[in-house]
């Protein structure tokens, strides 16, 4: 039924999904855009398809054109995440082409993209939601009397919110007024559409979110939850799985919640329920992402099953292979999301080409990647670069796993996150898996702050020593070609000459 896949995405998540499909033997077709057009999906595809207009054009939101070169080369379309994964019309568009759109229907998509839809459904599903308003909020008075009413601290949310934007977290009645103004800009901007509903702020929160998968035909299973409680700005950073925090009861019931919703829904493909997590194990339906997740490895690498495979099969119609019985869930799993971003500078975008790339590999190391030497970073585009997941017997392994693969991970030419993992990697509350959404702002950057401060001057004099060795390594490598300076860049000057063909 599906006798090729087209990929309406880039990076990462594009090679991804072309991994599957190589080892499904189904060809596969790439888009890029005229700045992409030495990525590594491109050259990995089968086929691949431009769709800019000009150099300056740097948009994937092509829903026209992509549906074309779908129907031209007979491809069903995989959206990926971000990008068309969550445009109703998208699909509906598809659907009414003959296209297979692969991932839910339209009308799911198009409720559940609309968050107080989605609070609705699932509380007629019989799922405890966060509470708040089911409606939008139309003006300042009508907040002020609803806030009151919840109670303080509560959130300013966007209905069309996704990517951790228009979101305001309120502590008084003082505040409500500027909050208001400026999530609904925030909405306007980020959506195209201001409007904002209210919830109750759950105080150190868990976000522990449900992997779904469903075919066609009524049959539904979950493959366990995901803790993805280490967020900076209200986006996950790290995750994993199993959650530390949830215990057996709690997540029992939510997983049972989950999959009874979805039957009623008649939810089919991969999809996850998020839920927020109070400490005292009660939980409440945040929202649901009808598509693939970002970190979705981590279900991989525990429950050994291929997602966008069985999304794939899903979509051609076939049933599903698993009932739930045949899910074994082995050890833990965790994921780094790796951002092109200065750590040491507010997070910093930091774009650029990436100059030596040296990967992480070993036992129980995965790496989802879209980076080599010599590709260039651009703002257009997330920041993210790469997503680093290792699995062990027990936490403990899988942390121990990740933090030996982050001390093997080199990049240079850009600033990436790989540093703050390491850090998160020894620090003493993550390793005892005491967390909740609030750490990394309230407890871990204050520590890091202490780090830097308490530093020994022979340790901040060795520090910049190094510091200054990796700038003078990073434009040696910059140059054209490299000046011998001893013996200590050898090994770069071959990886120089690295390109993707040997990836
Ligand atoms: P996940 O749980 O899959 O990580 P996220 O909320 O992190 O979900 O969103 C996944 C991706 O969706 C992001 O990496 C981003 O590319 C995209 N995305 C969703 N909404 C937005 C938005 N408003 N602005 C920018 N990117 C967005
Ligand atoms: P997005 O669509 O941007 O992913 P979500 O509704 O999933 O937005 O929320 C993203 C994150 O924001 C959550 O994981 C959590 O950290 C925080 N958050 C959202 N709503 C609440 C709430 N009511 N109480 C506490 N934290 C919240
Ligand atoms: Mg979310």
């Not at 189904?26 to 990995?44: M, S």
């Not at 998208?90 to 998509?109: H, K, L, M, N, S």
């Not at 509903?197 to 035909?217: A, F, T, W």
Request: proline share 5%; hydrophobic share 40%.
């Amino acid at each position: 039924m599906i006798k090729k896949v087209l990929v309406a995405n880039r990076g990462e998540i594009a090679m991804r999904i072309f991994r599957t499909c190589r080892v499904m033997r189904i060809p596969t077709v790439a888009i890029y855009t005229h700045v992409d057009r030495g990525a590594l999906h491109v050259r990995y595809a089968d086929a691949a398809y431009c769709i800019s207009e000009d150099e300056n054009d740097t948009s994937y939101l092509k829903p026209d054109l992509i549906l074309k070169i779908a129907r031209q080369t007979g491809a069903a379309i995989h959206p990926g995440y971000g990008f068309l994964s969550e445009n109703a019309d998208f699909a509906r568009q598809c659907e009414e082409a003959g296209v297979i759109f692969i991932g839910p229907g339209p009308d799911i998509i198009a409720r559940m993209g609309i968050k107080t839809e989605a609070r609705k459904i699932m509380e007629a599903a019989g799922v405890p939601i966060v509470p708040g308003t089911k409606e939008p909020v139309n003006s300042l008075e009508e907040a002020q009397t609803i806030a009151s009413a919840i109670g303080y601290p509560v959130m300013l949310k966007a209905l069309a919110g996704g990517g951790g934007k228009g979101m305001r977290l309120v502590h008084s009645g003082e505040e409500l007024a500027g909050a208001f103004r400026m999530s609904r800009s925030e909405a306007a901007n980020a959506f195209g559409n201001d409007a904002i509903y209210i919830e109750k702020y759950i105080e150190n929160p868990h976000h522990i979110e449900v992997q779904v998968l469903g075919d066609k035909y009524g049959n539904i299973i979950h493959l366990y939850e995901r803790e993805c409680s280490i967020q900076r700005r209200n986006q996950k950073v790290i995750e994993e799985s199993p959650s530390p925090f949830v215990k057996p009861e709690t997540r029992e019931k939510m997983l049972a919640v989950a999959v009874e919703a979805c039957k009623k829904i008649g939810y089919y493909s991969a999809g996850t329920l998020e839920f927020m997590i109070d400490k005292d194990q009660n939980f409440y339906f945040l929202e649901m992402n009808t598509r693939l997740q970002v970190e979705h490895p981590v279900t991989e690498e525990c429950t050994d099953v291929d997602i966008v495979r069985e999304m794939i099969l899903i979509a051609a119609g076939n049933r599903l292979p698993y009932k739930q019985e045949d899910i074994i869930f082995r050890g833990a799993a965790i994921e780094c999301r790796i951002y092109a971003e200065d750590p040491e500078n507010n997070f910093m975008p930091s774009p650029g080409v990436i100059k030596v790339r040296e990967a992480p590999a070993g036992r129980n190391v995965r790496l989802d990647s879209s980076a080599y030497a010599g590709f260039e970073v651009s703002l257009h585009y997330d920041p993210m670069i790469a997503k680093l997941s290792t699995w062990g017997s027990t936490r403990e392994q899988a942390i121990s796993n990740m933090n030996r693969a982050l001390l093997e991970y080199k990049i240079l030419g850009i600033k990436t996150t790989i540093p703050f993992h390491l850090r998160i990697m020894q620090n003493e509350a993550f390793l005892k898996g005491i967390y909740d959404t609030t750490f990394i702002e309230k407890v871990f950057d204050k520590e890091d702050l202490m780090r830097r401060r308490n530093c020994d001057p022979t340790i901040a004099v060795i520090a910049a020593a190094l510091k200054h060795y990796e700038e003078e390594k990073e434009a040696a490598a910059r140059a054209t070609t490299l000046p011998l300076v001893g013996e200590s860049l050898w090994k770069y000057y071959g990886k120089l000459k690295m390109t993707a063909n040997n990836y």
